[in-house]
């Protein structure tokens, strides 16, 4: 019986989890889980990529000891940041996160000499400040001039296991820079923030074989003889292959640090409809593309139970809010400024008194408008969707951790009146999985894959509510026009 692990890392935790098929279902389970986050050092926030690495190794050694001598294994981990390496095939320095300040203002200054309209149609990317684009932009000239590769956080980890090193194409559409035609790094754009299409190895699809693990990680750790499958390393794409979506009409939210809402395409959409509203078209895997929009998503709420000591689990936050009325403060839950403010719970203080509403002090209350302008949000553009793409949107399948809060699964339900389907919770180290049996000929394709998911775990639906909220959608939409309407006259 062959057993696969999921190295799937994201902002705050990484964890391994080991997977078997068994009697016709796939059995997951959690190994090992280590914390993760950025640190900051003069005056910038870095990851802590060799941390990340030894924990790798602590996880396959704890597989090891429980008497598994042979895996396979896939990385996956969040988007466009990156490592830079030298000549000699080491780390020029630790990869800065994505939430650090340097790129404020790079957009502005690089559309400034190419226009946004045409960054979009060579990439049909979403412009969001962090994107590997806009941070190479503002890179430290020196470095890149020593700079050997660049390589994605999932490939680098890939790189130091194995020796070998590639650019995998799902996080590698993440950085604003492959030309949806040409299917490569646009060579433009890359002369624009003063790196090659030669820094970037070359390009893979998920499901390629990477190699085997280093015979000197074995010497220096007990662990399994472990074959590294190249995966759809962005999680977002992960998760997209671990949805059990069915028919033609279903959309999809991978509900966790980031909300992605969107849809999996066979063929882009980088028209004036998607450019307009900031939609983006990720390669997926398979062919696919990933059609979504970025929402901050339960950042939010992770910042504010930290600010409250984490003395409440998120569970208790949730019995909380649905003590709260509802809709009493309307907030644009993808305003830059709760990227990474000092204080969530003060940003979103200020954020009610400067728009005269309602101003929540209590966890509940937080909490309340946390979940309330999710949904809101989710509600909105699944109707946006639904209009880029000149169809129907009857199913919206929510994974990840946000799929088991039932208040906010409710309330999206019947705010943008189509069947949520929740679960499974663990989508990203899933959909890494599947990729997993589909290269070992386990899985015949993704369609089998996510019947095999729909029937290994649990599914809950929800419908919407009759006569409830009505006009609660429409006055959000309103409010949203209006401050951004403030917004534009004040620039």
Not at 8 to 16: F, P, Q, W, Y
Not at 219 to 228: A, G, L, R, W
Not at 295 to 321: P, T
Request: proline share 3%.
């Amino acid at each position: 019986m062959k057993a696969y692990v999921a190295v799937d890392v994201g902002a705050s935790s990484g964890r391994l989890m080991l997977a078997k098929k068994v009697d016709g279902k796939l059995e997951l389970k959690e190994v090992h889980r280590f914390k993760n986050g950025f640190k900051e050092i003069n005056g910038h926030d870095y990851w802590q990529i060799d941390h990340i690495i030894d924990e790798i190794f602590t996880g396959l050694e704890k597989i090891k000891h429980m008497g598994i001598s042979q895996v396979d294994l896939g990385i996956d981990t969040w988007a466009v940041d990156y490592v830079l390496v030298g000549n000699d095939g080491q780390k020029l320095h630790d990869p800065i996160s994505y939430r650090d300040k340097r790129t404020e203002g790079a957009i502005n200054a690089l559309t400034s000499k190419l226009s946004k309209q045409y960054i979009y149609e060579k990439t049909g990317i979403q412009f969001q400040t962090f994107n590997t684009l806009y941070q190479l932009y503002t890179e430290d000239k020196d470095n890149l001039a020593k700079t050997d590769k660049i390589l994605m956080i999932p490939d680098y980890i890939g790189y130091v296991l194995t020796g070998n090193a590639v650019t995998e194409e799902t996080n590698a559409s993440t950085t604003q820079m492959l030309n949806l035609r040409q299917g490569l790094f646009d060579k433009d754009l890359a002369k624009s923030v003063n790196v090659s299409q030669d820094q970037f190895p070359h390009l893979v699809d998920a499901g390629t074989v990477l190699g085997s693990v280093s015979h000197k990680w074995h010497v220096k750790y007990d662990i399994p003889e472990t074959e590294v499958i190249t995966v759809a390393t962005h999680d977002t794409a992960s998760a997209v292959v671990g949805t059990p979506g069915k028919g033609d009409n279903w959309a999809f939210l991978s509900s966790g640090t980031w909300s992605l809402l969107g849809a999996e395409l066979n063929v882009p959409e980088n028209g004036l409809d998607a450019f307009a509203e900031n939609y983006t078209n990720e390669w997926g895997a398979y062919g696919t593309y990933r059609f979504l929009k970025n929402i901050m998503g339960l950042w939010i709420l992770q910042c504010v139970r930290h600010e409250l000591n984490d003395r409440y689990s998120f569970k208790e936050l949730a019995a909380q809010a649905t003590q709260v009325a509802p809709f009493q403060t309307f907030i644009d839950v993808n305003d830059t400024r709760f990227t990474n403010p000092k204080s969530m719970i003060q940003t979103i203080q200020n954020y009610a008194r400067e728009t005269n509403q309602f101003v929540p002090t209590t966890p509940g209350e937080l909490t309340r408008v946390i979940y309330d302008n999710l949904s809101l949000y989710y509600a909105n553009e699944i109707h946006k969707l639904s209009g880029i793409l000149s169809k129907p949107i009857d199913t919206l399948n929510i994974v990840g951790g946000g799929s088991n809060v039932e208040l906010m699964n409710q309330l999206t339900s019947t705010l943008a009146g189509v069947e949520v389907v929740a679960g499974p919770s663990e989508a990203t180290a899933i959909g890494n999985i599947i990729v997993q049996m589909i290269t070992s000929g386990e899985v015949d394709n993704v369609v089998a894959g996510r019947k095999l998911i729909e029937n290994s775990f649990g599914l809950k639906h929800y419908q919407p509510e009759a006569n409830k909220y009505v006009g609660v959608l429409d006055r959000y939409c309103d409010f949203l026009s209006s401050i951004h309407h403030e917004s534009k006259e004040a620039v």
